[in-house]
C-alpha cells in the first residue's frame, strides 16, 4: 500500500515540478526537449529488446498524429502556457475531470449508451468543479475571461478535454491496430516534441532565461526521472498487484499531494472550494460507475491515471 501512496504523491509532484520549471525555461521548449529525450530513450529500448517489434505502419500514421497532437503536443502547450498563470494546485484538481471528458468522447465518437444515472453522474461531476473555477486571482484575470473562467483556466481544461480525448485515440492504436504501448508512446513523444521544437523556433526566441540552464537541465531530468520513468513502471506494477478500480480511486490522492507540494514550495493558497470540488467530482464518478463498481465489480482503466499525462 506504500507504493500505491508514492506513486500517486510522485504525481502530485509533477505538477509543482512543472510550474517551477516554467521559472527557468520557455513551455514550448520545455515539452520539445523532454518529449524529444523521453521518445528518443524509448527508441532506444525498442531497439535493444528483438521481442516488441518496433516499425511503424503506414496505415497507423493518422492514429499516430492524433496521439501526437491530442496526447502532446495540444494538451502539453495549453497546461506548460496555463500553469504561468495558473496555481499548480488548481491545475491538479481541475485535472480531476479526465475521466468525465473521456466518458463524453467516448459518448459522442464511439456511441457508448449513457444511462440516466451516467448522466446524472457527469453532471455533478462538471458542476462539482464550479467551485474551483470560481477562486481567480490578478495574475489569471490578465488574459481576460469567458464569464467566469479565465483564459489560463480554459487552457487548462482544454488540455484535460484533449488528454481524454488521446486516450480514445490510444486505445484504437494500442487495442484495435496492434500497436505496442511503447511503440505508441515513443512515436507520440518524437512526433509532439518535433512539433513543440518547431513551435518554440517560431514563438520563443529566447528558450532558457539566462543564467538558468543548470537549474533547467537539472529539474528537466528529475521530470523524466519521476514521470516517464519511476511513475511508468511502478503504475504498471502495482495494476498487476491492485484492481484498476482501486488505482483509479487512489488517483485523487494526485490533488492533494499536489496542494500540499505548492503549499509547501510555492506558497499557493489552498482554498475550500478545492476541496469542495474534490469531494463532488469524487461522488460523480462514483455515480457514474456505480454498475461497474457495484454491480460488475470492474472499472475502465481509462480512469488511471498515465505517467505520461504529468
Not at 231 to 247: D, I
Not at 265 to 287: A, M
Request: proline residues 3%.
Amino acid at each position: 500500500m506504500f507504493l500505491l501512496f508514492l506513486l500517486y504523491a510522485l504525481f502530485g509532484f509533477t505538477f509543482t515540478l512543472g510550474k517551477i520549471t516554467l521559472f527557468y525555461a520557455r513551455p514550448f521548449f520545455i515539452i520539445a526537449t523532454r518529449m524529444l529525450i523521453g521518445g528518443a530513450g524509448l527508441f532506444i529500448y525498442l531497439t535493444a529488446n528483438k521481442h516488441i517489434r518496433c516499425v511503424p505502419q503506414k496505415k497507423d500514421w493518422a492514429l499516430y498524429m492524433q496521439v501526437a497532437l491530442f496526447g502532446i503536443f495540444i494538451p502539453y502547450s495549453l497546461r506548460a502556457w496555463g500553469l504561468q498563470y495558473v496555481s499548480s494546485t488548481k491545475a491538479a484538481f481541475i485535472f480531476t475531470l479526465m475521466p468525465f471528458f473521456t466518458a463524453l468522447f467516448a459518448f459522442f465518437l464511439l456511441k457508448e449508451k449513457l444511462s440516466t444515472q451516467k448522466s446524472m453522474g457527469l453532471i455533478v461531476g462538471f458542476l462539482g468543479i464550479m467551485p474551483t473555477l470560481f477562486t481567480s486571482s490578478s495574475l489569471e484575470d490578465v488574459w481576460g475571461s469567458f464569464g467566469f473562467i479565465s483564459l489560463p483556466e480554459a487552457a487548462i481544461l482544454g488540455a484535460v478535454a484533449s488528454f481524454g480525448y488521446n486516450l480514445i485515440a490510444l486505445q484504437k492504436l494500442v487495442k484495435h491496430r496492434g500497436c505496442h504501448p511503447i511503440l505508441a508512446n515513443a512515436m507520440s513523444m518524437l512526433i509532439g516534441g518535433f512539433l513543440a521544437f518547431n513551435a518554440a523556433l517560431l514563438f520563443e526566441p529566447v528558450w532558457v532565461h539566462q543564467g538558468n540552464m543548470t537549474a533547467f537541465i537539472g529539474l528537466l531530468a528529475l521530470q523524466i526521472l519521476i514521470s516517464n520513468l519511476i511513475c511508468a513502471n511502478l503504475q504498471a506494477s502495482l495494476l498487476k498487484q491492485y484492481s484498476p478500480t482501486l488505482m483509479a480511486f487512489a488517483g485523487f490522492l494526485t490533488p492533494l499531494c499536489a496542494a500540499f507540494y505548492g503549499w509547501l514550495l510555492l506558497n499557493e493558497t489552498l482554498y475550500i472550494n478545492y476541496f469542495i470540488s474534490l469531494f463532488f467530482v469524487v461522488l460523480g464518478l462514483i455515480i457514474y460507475y456505480y454498475d461497474e463498481v457495484i454491480k460488475h465489480k470492474k472499472i475502465s482503466t481509462a480512469m488511471v491515471l498515465d505517467a505520461k499525462e504529468f
